[in-house]
T-cell receptor
Framework: DAGITQSPRHKVTETGTPVTLRCHQT?????MYWYRQDPGHGLRLIHY???????DKGEVSDGYSVSRSKTEDFLLTLESATSSQTSVYFC????????????FGQGTRLTVV | GENVEQHPSTLSVQEGDSAVIKCTYS??????FPWYKQELGKGPQLIID?????GEKKDQRIAVTLNKTAKHFSLHITETQPEDSAVYFC??????????FGAGTRLTVKP
């Protein structure tokens, strides 16, 4: 398995609170991604990073921010959690962006109550 | 942006039968088409991929076909086994970082 660790694996939080999810990789891959997975929608890209301090928005970025201060860590922050952000969040890494295989973490199940 | 549609959403087959999952994409510039398998409680894992300069690719019981003109690609699993039961996702991208996924197909293989 690719060396990707997501933390926490499960979290319950209250509406309006900030939440940070962490993705840590040991593969030294350049590209890192955050997806959310919801029934009927597959995997939707939230944000991605193509290098340290280099990030860009995906198709569902509203209400989320990211940071990448080191190659191995990519943080996803929900600035003020809402119930619509209840989802399973996956981090993925890739050596060459959208041209080759992406390796996914185990996922973080986030519930906003 | 790219839009990927996947059918069917659920598929049930008898062990030993074949399973076919189909995807269509909207952006003719897309040139990389991977398929991922997701088992319960795990992240998706690549099972096969194809590039736009190839029409078909096979890996043991799994094959993928691509029709660029019609903008659709399909996953074929032959001699299905219970361990093939999972959710399968198709995806499309075009040499950038915006890989779009289909909504997924839940495959059940009945013993």
């Amino acid at each position: 398995d690719a060396g990707i660790t997501q933390s926490p694996r499960h979290k319950v939080t209250e509406t309006g609170t900030p939440v940070t999810l962490r993705c840590h990789q040991t593969e030294n891959h350049r590209y890192m991604y955050w997806y959310r997975q919801d029934p009927g929608h597959g995997l939707r890209l939230i944000h991605y990073s193509y290098g340290v301090k280099d990030t860009d928005k995906g198709e569902v970025s509203d209400g989320y921010s990211v940071s990448r201060s080191k190659t191995e860590d990519f943080l996803l922050t929900l600035e003020s959690a809402t119930s619509s952000q209840t989802s399973v969040y996956f981090c993925a890494i890739s050596g060459t962006g959208g041209r080759t295989e992406a390796f996914f973490g185990q996922g973080t199940r986030l519930t906003v109550v | 942006g790219e839009n990927v549609e996947q059918h069917p959403s659920t598929l049930s087959v008898q062990e030993g039968d074949s399973a076919v999952i189909k995807c269509t994409y909207s952006d003719s510039a897309s040139n990389y088409f991977p398929w991922y398998k997701q088992e319960l409680g795990k992240g998706p894992q690549l099972i096969i991929d194809i590039r736009s300069n190839v029409g078909e690719k096979k890996d043991q019981r799994i094959a993928v076909t691509l029709n660029k003109t019609a903008k659709h690609f399909s996953l074929h699993i032959t001699e299905t086994q219970p361990e093939d039961s999972a959710v399968y996702f198709c995806a499309a991208s075009k040499d950038n970082n915006d890989m779009r996924f289909g909504a997924g197909t839940r495959l059940t293989v009945k013993p």
